[in-house]
C-alpha cells in the first residue's frame, strides 16, 4: 500500500534549536518524495524535493531508502520556519501525490 | 500573474444544496488537480485531469463532479451537499512531463456547510 507517515503533528522548539520532522513512507517503486510547506494565510507550495538534493531556506532532506524515510532537517529553526510541513510521495503516473497528515512546526522566540 | 486562482476563497451554503468551485491555470500546465483538506489538515487527492482527460478519480462520492472545458480550467460541481463535505478544496496543476513534477497550488475554497 502507498502511504507516508508523519508521527508528529505538533513539533515546538526555540529559536536556534534544531528541527528534524519525521516523514516515513510505504511504496513498492523507486519513490519520489517531496516536502511541501504552508505558511499562515498562504498556499502550499513545494519545500525540496529529493532528487534535487538541494537545501532550500536552511532545509535538506535525505532519503534513506533502508529505513524508507525522508525526514526534513534544518540546524537552526527561525521563527518564519513556523508553517506547516507535508512530506508527500509521488505514487506515479500522473504526479498523484499521496500527502502524510502533516506537521505543525512552531517556533518560539 | 501567473498561478493557480480558484473562486470562490469562501463558500457557506445548506444542506442538500448544489454548489460549484471554479479553477483557472495560466501556467500552460498539461495536469490538475482537486484536493480535499479536512478540519485535521489532512490532505487528500479527489480528482485530476490531462489534458482534459479523467486519470484520478480516488473514491469519492459521485456528487463530486469534477469538469474540464479546456487544459487551463478544472471546475468542480457538487451535488446535494452535506456537512461532512465542509473543508478546504485546493486546486493544483503540474506539467506531467517535466522534471522534477513539482505541484502548483491555488490559494483554496473554504466550504462550510450548514
Known amino acids: 500500500a502507498q502511504r507516508v507517515t508523519q508521527p508528529e503533528k505538533l513539533l515546538s522548539v526555540f529559536k536556534g534549536a534544531p528541527v528534524e520532522l519525521k516523514c516515513n513512507y510505504s511504496y513498492s517503486g523507486s519513490p519520489e518524495l517531496f516536502w511541501y510547506v504552508q505558511y499562515s494565510r498562504q498556499r502550499l507550495q513545494l519545500l525540496l524535493r529529493h532528487i534535487s538534493r538541494e537545501s532550500i531556506k536552511g532545509f535538506t532532506a535525505d532519503l534513506n531508502k533502508g529505513e524508507t524515510s525522508f525526514h526534513l532537517k534544518k540546524p537552526f529553526a527561525q521563527e518564519e520556519d513556523s508553517a506547516m510541513y507535508y512530506c508527500a510521495l509521488d505514487a506515479g503516473g500522473y504526479n498523484k501525490l499521496i500527502f502524510g497528515a502533516g506537521t505543525r512546526l512552531a517556533v518560539h522566540p | 500573474d501567473t498561478a493557480v486562482s480558484q473562486t470562490p476563497k469562501y463558500l457557506v451554503t445548506q444542506m442538500g444544496n448544489d454548489k460549484s468551485i471554479k479553477c483557472e491555470q495560466n501556467?500552460?500546465?498539461?495536469?490538475m488537480y482537486w484536493y480535499k483538506q479536512d478540519s485535521k489538515k489532512f490532505l487528500k487527492i479527489m480528482f485530476s485531469y490531462n489534458n482534459k482527460e479523467l486519470i484520478i478519480n480516488e473514491t469519492v462520492p459521485n456528487r463530486f463532479s469534477p469538469k474540464s472545458p479546456d487544459k487551463a480550467h478544472l471546475n468542480l460541481h457538487i451535488n446535494s451537499l452535506e456537512l461532512g463535505d465542509s473543508a478546504v478544496y485546493f486546486c493544483?496543476?503540474?506539467?506531467?512531463?517535466?522534471?522534477?513534477?513539482?505541484?502548483?497550488f491555488g490559494p483554496g475554497t473554504r466550504l462550510t456547510v450548514l
Open positions: 501556467l500552460g500546465h498539461d495536469t
Open positions: 493544483a496543476s503540474s506539467q506531467v512531463s517535466a522534471a522534477p513534477n513539482e505541484q502548483f
